[in-house]
């Protein structure tokens, strides 16, 4: 009998060469997180004169967590806070607005609807980076830069979320299902609240989980919408303190540039793994036919 | 990010705000300033001050702060906003940004001397000669004042200034036995001994940068970078740029100095554990090693920047900025007010105290600042030094109207000559390339 023959499909052989490659991977992941947790401990002085990999000679984390919190007024705390705002209605917003969106264009029949697939697909492939100058001009007209409507709006649209309900939806909600609703006398909306949503929460995880990844992310846009200190998010905020230390006057604060990127990730490590669950189905749901 | 990857960001941003701003600038609205410039009296300033009211001022110097609150208790009835918008080219980007949209600009802004033709040439800035701001010619630098006056119009006050000097490890040097180099030459030499005596060490880090490479530029006597109008004229490989890659080349291409990236954490490490020995850099230097490289206490110390010939002194400037009024501006004479206060009134004090180095002949002149001996430099009394090198800077020099995007690119053309380790002058003429071809695109007339 050959080995091949009883290796049951479920079992497969273990591939030293990719065990190797993950376990590459895994360093290249965890290494740089672990100087950051490191390096979070250390002082500004120990910073500069200990390797990046050792602890320094004084524990000074919760020193530093203190530090990023009251540095500058406690600007820190107001940053965390526009951040938290900017994921909650924006990357909430975008969420809901594709699901909505992603469902009808799936399973409603209209004129037009190609068009809109071919919009939706260029809109993918446009980088955001190169609207974001010609967006500035828009909105300052209208008078809405320097307050977070600039961050939120645009945050509002998310073509590859849109695109991933889509394609879930099609495969995830039948068609008989949305009939069988109908005939019982169940309203459009009824439906798409009591019957498809259950059937796309994994996808709608799956696109929440992005759409709070990226806003969390969000750095050039408000960058270039923002000029008010006050309005910055933890991306744009963290940059400015790290800029402070080149030129004349310069005035490094490594030490809480480190530590405040240690805070900022926090929340997204956290929600990666509450959500985790849901986001695999949603990953896989659709690849077999049942 | 990586470095390159963000410079090319901001590349991109600098190059479609400044386009959108000429052409904005082209078609009509707000022309630049006349030729020969405004003229006027105070009179409409000091009613401004009295009558008072509300201006934003954006500033990233770390003496802001301490100004604007000194500045309210002198005039309650001024209220200033005070705001931190980005250090740099974050600044600029935000600056040109509401220039263009039209609005969201402050009053007054921070410009750096580098950065002020691009704002000034587009029309973005009041010309303070209508407030009679010209008769303050005699209290600043030669070298300081060039660089606010842009066409023949006053485009704002200097603040600081950054004559060039040579900052060295001390104890590094007397270790190794390495005599202070008075020339370029020496210099090369001084590179070489010491890479020699201990490998880990090197004479500087380098690894390209505009702003350096522009000083050295004009302490050579190069003058690459000629404005007339809408007409631009670059040459970067004049006699003076060739006379400073000719000595740079040597250290680039045997390696003699450190690729540590400026203004890094490793570059502040590098700094106080010795591998990097000296500095080129302004006179604002001793501000940030004092408060920022403490291990280096006692071990560094000031000497004039080495010259080509060893005779006459001379050097250039190397950072530095001042304050300048919006043409957005609704209060431009208050504005202008506070711009007086800041660098030419009591805002000189605590920007002295926040350990600035001043553009006012009064102040570099004064005995308390020349005599001070600097216990970070073991006592040394390196004003003698850095306020000499304030009046042997090279006249004549002038940056291009669009240095922000030029810095931003420098690393994609010269920076290849560097990190492959060859002669810079192919470098440079990448640079002048595609800065003739950007300007040519922007409706400039550039010849090179």
Excluded at chain 1, 199 to 223: E, I, R
Excluded at chain 2, 255 to 269: E, M, N, Q, R
Excluded at chain 2, 376 to 387: D, H, S
Aim: hydrophobic letters at 45%; charged letters at 15%.
């Amino acid at each position: 009998m050959s080995t091949v023959a009883t290796r049951s499909p479920l079992k497969p052989r273990k591939s030293r060469l990719l065990t190797a490659v993950m376990a590459v991977y895994l360093l290249y992941t965890l290494v740089p997180l672990a100087w950051l947790l490191i390096s979070a401990t250390k002082t500004q002085q120990d910073l500069l004169s200990t390797s990046g990999m050792a602890f320094g000679g004084t524990f000074a984390l919760f020193d530093n967590i203190a530090e990023t919190f009251t540095h500058d007024d406690g600007i820190f705390l107001r940053w965390l806070g526009n951040t938290l705002l900017y994921v909650v209605v924006g990357a909430g917003g975008a969420t809901i607005l594709a699901t909505a969106a992603g469902y009808g264009l799936a399973k409603y029949k209209f004129r037009g609807r190609r068009a809109v697939f071919a919009v939706l697909l260029g809109a993918i492939a446009i980088p955001g980076t190169a609207l974001a100058v010609p967006t500035f001009l828009m909105f300052s007209n209208l008078g809405l830069t320097n307050t977070p409507w600039a961050i939120i709006i645009p945050s509002l649209v998310s073509p590859f979320g849109l695109y991933l309900v889509w394609t879930y939806a099609t495969e995830a909600v039948p068609d008989e299902l949305l009939e069988a609703a109908r005939i019982d006398g169940a309203g459009e909306v009824r439906i798409f609240l009591t019957v498809t949503l259950r059937l796309l929460m994994p996808g709608v995880v799956t696109v929440a989980l992005f759409a709070v990844v990226s806003t969390w992310n969000n750095y050039f846009l408000p960058l270039i919408m923002l000029s008010k200190p006050e309005w910055y998010p933890l991306t744009v905020g963290l940059n400015q303190w790290s800029a402070q230390a080149s030129g004349v006057g310069a005035q490094p604060i490594y030490h809480l540039v480190i530590t405040g990127s240690v805070i900022t990730i926090v929340p997204l490590v956290i929600a990666f793994l509450l959500l985790q669950r849901f986001w695999q189905s949603g990953l896989t749901a659709g690849s077999v036919k049942q | 990010m990586s470095p390159t990857r963000r410079s090319r960001q901001v590349a991109i941003v600098l190059a479609t705000a400044l386009a959108t701003a000429l052409s904005a600038c082209s078609s009509g609205g707000d022309g630049g300033t006349a030729p020969g410039g405004a003229t006027g009296t105070q009179d409409a300033v000091d009613a401004a001050l009295r009558e008072g009211g509300e201006i934003t001022y954006w500033s990233w110097t770390p003496s802001a702060k301490a100004q604007v609150e000194a500045f309210q208790q002198e005039f309650p009835n001024v209220k200033i906003n005070y705001v931190n918008a980005g250090t740099g080219n974050d600044h600029y980007t935000k600056l040109q940004n509401a220039i263009k949209a039209g609005s969201g600009a402050p009053d007054v802004a921070q410009i750096e001397y580098q950065a002020l033709p691009q704002f000034a040439l587009t029309g973005s800035l009041v010309d303070l000669g209508q407030y009679g701001f010209n008769d303050f010619q005699d209290d600043y630098t030669p070298s300081t004042w060039n660089s606010v006056k842009v066409g023949g119009g006053l485009f704002g006050l200097p603040q600081d200034s950054g004559p060039m000097a040579l900052f060295y490890n001390k104890e590094l040097f007397d270790k190794h036995a390495i005599a202070v180099p008075k020339t370029w030459a020496e210099y090369v030499d001084a590179a070489r001994k010491l890479h020699a005596a201990d490998p880990t060490k090197y004479i500087t880090a380098d690894t390209g940068d505009a702003g350096f490479a522009t000083s050295m530029i004009w302490q050579a006597g190069g003058k690459p970078f000629t404005t007339d109008g809408k007409s631009v004229k670059i040459d970067l490989q004049d006699e003076g740029a060739k006379k400073w890659t000719s000595t740079w080349d040597q250290l680039v291409e045997e390696k003699l100095v450190s690729t540590i990236p400026g203004w890094s954490d490793a570059w502040y490490k590098a700094l106080a554990d010795g591998t990097i020995a000296t500095l080129a850099l302004g006179a604002w230097t001793p501000g940030v090693l004092e408060s920022s490289v403490k291990g280096g206490a006692g071990k560094w110390a000031v000497a004039p920047l080495p010259t080509y010939d060893g005779g006459t002194p001379v050097t250039a400037e190397n950072g530095g900025g001042g304050q300048s009024v919006l043409k957005q501006s609704s209060k431009p004479a208050l504005a202008a007010g506070f711009v007086r206060w800041l660098n030419n009134g009591n805002g000189i004090k605590p920007f002295l105290e926040s350990g600035g180095f001043p553009a006012t002949k009064a102040d570099l002149d004064s005995a308390a600042f020349k005599d001070k001996a600097s216990p970070y430099f073991g006592g040394q009394q390196i004003n003698q030094v850095l306020t000499a090198a304030a009046g042997q800077v090279v006249p004549g020099w002038s940056y291009l109207p669009y240095q922000l995007y030029a810095n931003s690119i420098f690393g994609d053309t010269v920076g290849k000559s560097y990190a492959a380790g060859t002669s810079l002058d192919p470098g440079l003429a990448d640079w002048q390339k595609a800065l003739v071809d950007y300007g040519n695109q922007q409706g400039f007339t550039v010849n090179g």
